[in-house]
């Protein structure tokens, strides 16, 4: 099946939702460390 579109337009919603998967993991890393680093 040959794709007549430009492939920029079907793997973009892909990209920002790996963008958004990876912002999350990384905040949440982020507030473990924080919680991790305040406990004595």
Known sequence: ???HHPPG???R???TKLL???????D???SL?????QTP
Do not use: D, F, G
Request: aromatic share 4%; no cysteine.
């Open 33 to 37: 460390s924080l919680i991790t680093s």
């Open 13 to 15: 919603p892909y990209l």
């Open 1 to 3: 099946m040959i794709a």
């Open 9 to 11: 337009r079907s793997i």
């Open 20 to 26: 958004t998967i990876l912002k999350q993991q990384t």
């Open 28 to 30: 949440h890393e982020l």
